[in-house]
């Protein structure tokens, strides 16, 4: 076991995934205390990758003007999904403002499901499909009816809806297939 260190002036860090290379994810806090924070969190947090061998953070872009992030997984070929966004309630909500895609050395934002929160990828295949959730109003400041979504370069963000004929008001993708 490795430990994985937070960037400089950051007490924590936190990996969400890795691949066949052993290149690690996740997130790390760094040093700067930022009031927008929720508490118990109340230094800002950044996506970032852990290399084989070392322990130490390679901090990821995030989107301009945003204050923290979390990368959430890793293909074997490198590329990377997480969030960007302020730095709010842990990794969620406003934090989850902006969900990208890193991928030689750029960050792309995929786009969102109609509102700027809680959009949060958490799986990608080997062919850059991309899974996750989000809001799709603004108003869902709770994330009580979020919606599952699948990502393609080809076909955009696409909404995956609850299980028909149930009461289910909220649906979640957190794993895709090379099948898709």
């Not at 969190?41 to 970032?48: A, C, D, E, S, Y």
């Not at 609850?162 to 909220?170: A, E, F, G, K, Q």
Request: hydrophobic share 35%; net charge negative; charged share 15%.
């Amino acid at each position: 076991m490795t430990r994985l260190l937070p960037l400089a002036g950051g007490n924590n860090s936190f990996a969400t995934g890795a691949n066949n290379d052993g290149r690690v994810v996740g997130w790390a806090e760094n040093g700067v205390h930022d009031s927008n924070c929720v508490a118990p969190q109340g230094l800002q947090f950044r996506p970032v990758m852990w290399s084989p061998g070392t322990n130490q953070p390679q901090d990821l872009p995030l989107f301009s003007g945003d204050t923290s992030g979390a990368a959430t997984a890793i293909n074997n070929k490198g590329q990377i999904v997480g969030i960007s966004g302020i730095c709010d309630q842990a990794v969620g909500r406003y934090t989850a403002k902006h969900a990208l895609l890193w991928d030689k050395g750029g960050a792309t934002n995929i786009g969102n499901l109609g509102a700027e929160l809680w959009i949060t990828p958490m799986a990608l295949n080997q062919q850059g499909d991309i899974v996750g959730f989000g809001a799709t109003s603004a108003d869902d400041i709770n994330g009580d009816f979020l919606r599952a979504f699948i990502w393609t370069q080809k076909d955009g963000m696409k909404p995956i809806d609850p299980m028909p004929l149930t009461d289910h008001v909220y649906s979640q993708a957190n794993g895709i297939n090379e099948s898709g």
